[in-house]
């Protein structure tokens, strides 16, 4: 049985830290890539980052420099670590998997199989 199974969120102040986590299971963890996404109240699914089989990784223009995203393939487990959180990062995150291709993606539309997501609160 597929799972991805998010974890990590929290409330949190603007400045601070959180890392997020997505414990994948139930499938060939090497034939799919994993993203995070994330939305907010009232708004669309956003893409926040992806990271590739080989590491290489893409970010949404709102969080670079400031999000993280990382793999420990040993652990089949993805990270999102967010540093200098601000109130409009709060939303409920996402991981999601596709299968991996040439290229990294962003867009919602191409990953197939969701988490339950995982709540990031960030007061002002």
């Known amino acids: 049985q597929v799972q991805l199974v998010e974890s990590g969120g929290g409330s949190v102040q603007a400045g601070e830290s959180l890392r997020l986590s997505c414990a994948a299971s139930g499938y060939a963890y090497s034939f799919y890539c994993i993203g995070w996404f994330r939305q907010a109240p009232g708004k669309e699914r956003e893409g926040v980052a992806a990271i590739s089989r080989d590491g290489s990784t893409s970010y949404a223009n709102s969080v670079k420099g400031r999000f993280s995203i990382s793999q420990d393939k040993a652990k089949n487990t993805v990270y999102l670590q967010m540093n200098s959180l601000k109130a409009e990062d709060t939303a409920m995150y996402y991981c999601?998997?596709?299968?991996?291709?040439?290229?990294?993606?962003?867009?919602?539309?191409?990953?197939?199989?969701w988490g339950q997501g995982t709540q990031v609160t960030v007061s002002s």
């Open positions: 999601a998997r596709r299968v991996c291709s040439l290229y990294n993606s962003l867009s919602p539309r191409e990953y197939r199989y």
